[in-house]
């Protein structure tokens, strides 16, 4: 068992709406980073977050936030929800430039209406 | 930033025989190619990876291969079994900095058939 976990693990929300989900990361890791997944497409990389700051981030609108909590915890918010931001949200923690291992959590899936 | 392209998209094998997947990437700087596993409604994990010093790596019945002159590399996995059954996505870093951030393929659904 990985040790990271997500939830809530389903959602659903309407178009407008925000919403926020949450990651716990594996003991030890000092890193979080976010991924979207579309039905039958690879994860996409968000944003990533070390030491409670972005490191990182990949091409999402502004809408799509993040913190890192001093436990190395994490959540994702995502403001102004939209029909294309239906997927699985994925959290992976890892440990900053080490083997590069991303060791992902089970997911939450949102469906937006 | 990376753009990672991979082939094919479906994949059928007989149990026993040897499957092969195929993924390209632009940015010539990478220097970390991983390859992660998703069952269905599962999580992905990595099962192997490779860094650009070597041109082959093996773990038992599954080998990376990476040319970094055409830049591709590929996934071999020999013997198959139907634990197999899975989608299998290759990976290349977003930027230079920082292996954790990764651009994947659009996944092949590899199936074996008993």
């Known amino acids: 068992e990985t040790g990271v976990t997500q939830s809530p693990t389903h959602l659903i929300k309407t178009r407008g709406q925000q919403v926020t989900l949450r990651c716990s990361s594996q003991?030890?890791?000092?890193?979080v980073s976010w991924y979207q997944q579309a039905l039958g497409q690879g994860p996409q990389f968000i944003f990533q977050?070390?030491?409670?700051?972005?490191?990182g981030r990949g091409n999402f609108p502004p809408r799509f936030s993040g913190l890192q909590f001093p436990n190395y915890s994490s959540e994702l918010n995502v403001n102004a929800l939209e029909l294309d931001d239906s997927a699985l949200y994925l959290c992976?923690?890892?440990?900053?430039?080490?083997?590069?291992?991303?060791?992902f959590g089970e997911g939450s899936r949102l469906t937006v209406l | 930033g990376e753009n990672v392209e991979q082939h094919p998209s479906t994949l059928s094998v007989q149990e026993g025989d040897s499957a092969v997947i195929k993924c390209t990437y632009s940015?010539?700087?990478?220097?970390?190619f991983p390859w992660y596993k998703q069952e269905l409604g599962k999580r992905p994990q990595l099962i192997i990876d490779?860094?650009?010093?070597?041109g082959e790596k093996k773990d038992q019945r599954i080998a990376v291969t990476l040319n970094k002159t055409a830049k591709h590399f590929s996934l071999h996995i020999t013997e198959t079994q139907p634990e197999d059954s899975a989608v299998y996505f290759c990976?290349?870093?977003?930027?230079?900095?920082?292996?954790?951030?990764?651009?994947f393929g659009t996944g092949t659904r590899l199936t074996i058939i008993p």
């Open positions: 940015d010539s700087a990478s220097n970390y």
């Open positions: 490779i860094r650009s010093n070597v």
């Open positions: 003991s030890g890791h000092n890193t």
């Open positions: 990976a290349a870093p977003v930027s230079n900095f920082g292996n954790e951030k990764l651009t």
């Open positions: 977050y070390y030491r409670e700051e972005e490191n």
């Open positions: 992976a923690s890892s440990i900053l430039d080490s083997t590069g291992e991303l060791f």
